[in-house]
């Protein structure tokens, strides 16, 4: 690990005053203490990461930093460059150069990048927009991030790692001191990643400060120069990284105050014979018609058998595994399906589903869940009949039905007939899961299973899906994080493209050689 | 299918070693407050209802529940009742029909057309007519459900198109009067039908015979609940819920009895709203049409046919904006080409006083239907008051905005 830590560049010492100082923040939520005895110093030109689980606190902490919990709510003093402030509200703390970009992005996909750059404050001489000044200024501060698109392109017909850029260059326009990001890199592919953490330290060269909330270990351990461990609400300690490289593992025991020995169950795969097939799987974009996002896919997975697919973003994957899921994804889908060596009709998602098929998709939010409706509702949505009779629904059932599930996958909650909406990430996939699990799949897909979600809840859902295969299930499982694959699967393919560029066992994959597969394929392509 | 309670995942062998859940009791104590807290919205509704024919009974000096006016009551707020059972699960599954006036119209129109001019009997006219209304819901329902137009502008245009068509049929006259068979639907009381004099005893025996079911439900369904450790009404609640309806129900019998009995039409009112609340609450049809509306991809992802299940929510709103325009211009006795205008927005109105979200997924049967009495009392003792059309509109407006707004700062909170 240690040569990816960077050696730290010359920058005055850090003697000087902190740019922010937090003393002593606690926050209730109607007599639930959220945050207690929190404090925090982060100086200027230094990149400090916030790590804990889900529902730590660190979002709650920078909402009073950033000031959406105005003064008085909270006990505790703020100090921000060498004064005690008491923000009142979000343009308070805007106003001062404190910057919150949430993974939500908050941009206007139908606007353009400068207009979006320079919303709500554009350069304007009595309410008429300077459209010049406005694109050059827009120039500018893309060229800052390093963002080669033109600042009329809009911003829907960008990538997300390119949307992150345009978050970035509107902290900018906005001269930022203190630039906070909310998981920036949990939807991004790894070289996209690369890309944003690069962008952050060339902004430390310039002296903006960064505050850093990540579950990504390995990005924190390359780019921080100190991080901060949060843990029910307290901040536990304060690590430098800068001369001496942190261990992942010394994190992760600080994040869950126990040493995770392993972070990937142990189990003996027994692999059977041949479940599902896939023969020269295609489809077309649905509204291009003439590109091709899936090009003739061939796949194999086993009984009791954890296939991993490996790749970038927008290799296809997502694509190749909605097509084959009723027919969720695209037009013009061709190819053959078979279970147990016979075709499978799987054109529509009742279909799928009777052929054995259950998808846990990437984004549990929109695709997943139904946000209003309970646990138990949600439960048992894919495999209604199995709490009905002639059509009507046995409450009673479900509800044992979810309680059954709930104590399976220890999914914490007050009750069933909770709202899913009020539940953490990691509990909402375990909601997901249940709802498939009970649907009695052969093949479950799993599109980015553990994305969003904290340490402690990765490991339950890795031992769940290992359970699942053990009992004669096959896995596909998509994943952008290549520990989580080189961890898990017997077997995995590399995606690239809409194409399989290559195909590893186990014991001979590595992190090197599917970067290498999918690096090697676009050299081809370009040659 | 096997069992999964018992094969926990894929038929794997039990691994489970969690012992069994210490059923939760019924919620004792204090949750008291917290049940109530959490069911806020469907009481308030019940207790805004009460208040405000509380309020105007007292305003009109009792004019409002003299027998005669409560029967009237029921009369004119049949058909916005019924029409408020098809918009609830249209704006449940995320949509609206705008339409459903001038169906109402139209179909009036329609039956007229067949009875008073071709001289059909009441019977085949009236299912032709209701035919005739699924199938205009199943046109509109296509271009919403299968084409994905949305339904605002695909109902706007059946609104214009079914206004018109209403027009040309009835050439721009009234037409009337109805046979006396169909005049029944409205007009009639079910003693008549019964060829009774005395209306008190089957008033009241249906009354008692409805609170005694209604009782013996609750309690069933609640045992049940209790029984697998659902959260259930605390004892008291539903002790005092339970008196209440059956007060509610002995009361309105005794006051119906006491004039002519209980009114056709709101025998079949009370049937399709117990019948709708069952189809929206216990049934999965009801469930998918709620997935539908609280997250389309969700539900599709999850093997639920999408637009069948909106298709089905405009077909069905057809069939009761036809069965409106039948009671409406039953009671009217003649088809107007003035009938059911505006009808559409007492509707929805009601639905969205009752609770419903204009984004989906949210809203019951009972709601919609307390709604549109909230509104219906409200028109109703503001007429007896001499309360003027013009300020009548202005304060209904004013209830509805109310209605909503309680409801999003409840949601704020």
Redesign the interface.
Known sequence: MAELIPTPPARPPEAAAPLLELRGITKRFHGVTALENVHLKVHPGEIHALVGENGAGKSTLMKVVSGVYPHPDYDGEIHFEGEERRFGGIAHSEALGIIIIHQELALVPQLSIAENLFLNHEPARLGVIDRMAMHRRARELLDRVGLRESPDTRVADLGIGQQQLVEIAKALAKSVRLLILDEPTASLNESDSEALLDRLMELREQGIACILISHKLNEITRVADRLTVLRDGRSITTLDCRHEPVSEDRIIQAMVGRDLADRYPRRTPQIGDLLFELRDWRAYHPVQANREVVRGIDLQVRRGEIVGIAGLMGAGRTELAMSV??R?YGRRISGTALMDGQPVDVS???K??RAGLA?V?EDRK????????SIA?NT???????V?RA???D???E???A???R??LATRCT?V?QQTMHLSGGNQQKVVLA?W??????LLILDEPTRGIDVGAKFEIYS?IA??A????GILMISSEMPELLGMCDRMYVMNEGRMVAEFDAAEASQERIMGAIVGARELRHA | ??D??TA??????Q??T?PP?AP?GPAQGGSIAHFLKRHLRDYGMLITLVAIMALFQVLTDGTLLQPLNLTNLVLQNSYIVIMALGMLLVIVAGHIDLSVGSVCGFIGALAAVLMVNYNWPAFPAAMVCLVAGAIIGAAQGWFVAYLGIPSFIVTLAGMLVFKGLALALLQGQSLGPFPDAFQALSAGFLSELFNQDDPRAITLGLGTLLSAVAVVVAWRHRS??Q?????VEPGPIFLLRQALIVVAVMAMSWLMASYKGLPTVMVVMVVLTLAYDFIAG????G??V??VG??E?????????TERVAFLTFVNMGALAALAGLVFAARLNTASPKAGLGFELDVIAACFVGGASASG??GKIMGAVIGAFVMGVMNNGMSILGIGIDYQQVIKGLVLLAAVFVDVYNKRK
């Open positions: 899921f009723g969720s529509t998602v009742p799928a589903i998808y998709t929109s695709l997943g869940l139904l946000l209003n409706e509702c048992s949505l894919a495999n209604l009949p199995g009905s059509g009507v629904l409450a009673a059932r509800h044992s039905v309680q059954d599930y104590r399976q009750d007939a709802k699990l009970f649907s009695q799949p052969r769940l359970q699942l053990e009992s004669g299930c | 299918m096997h999964p309670l926990p995942i894929n038929g794997a062998p691994t489970r969690a859940p939760r049940a609940g029984r697998h450790g659902m959260e216990r049934t999965t049809l469930r998918r709620y997935a609280g997250n991809k969700a539900a599709r992802l999850s093997g639920v046919r997924g949210v």
